[in-house]
């Protein structure tokens, strides 16, 4: 049974990656003191739809084009990825900016189930 979370998570990578804003999927997730290791990837989408405010703050021909490949600040890389303990988790990476000072986005666990 898939329960919600949808709690801001820690994620940590074996290899460095070039493009922060493009990341693969983490190899280890820290979430509620547990530090959970990712055994398989099962799928990954994206989402670039940009919503609210930011979807009116562009020319429709500009808004489709960054509906299918993305813009600064908006989109969420979503993996869905089983762990050592065969439980299936779905995480996502934020593009979107939190404060002014603070340009990286992030990490948030979804779901969780069997």
Known sequence: MKKFIGEEIEVLFDK???LEKKPPCPDRILW???EIIVQTLISSWTDFERKGKLSRNMREKHLARANIKGSW???RFFFRVRDTRNRIMTIYYDRAVK???DKKGSWHLLTIGQ
């Open 16 to 18: 460095e990656f070039v």
């Open 99 to 101: 404060k002014g000072s």
């Open 32 to 34: 509620d003191g547990e």
């Open 73 to 75: 600040g908006s989109g």
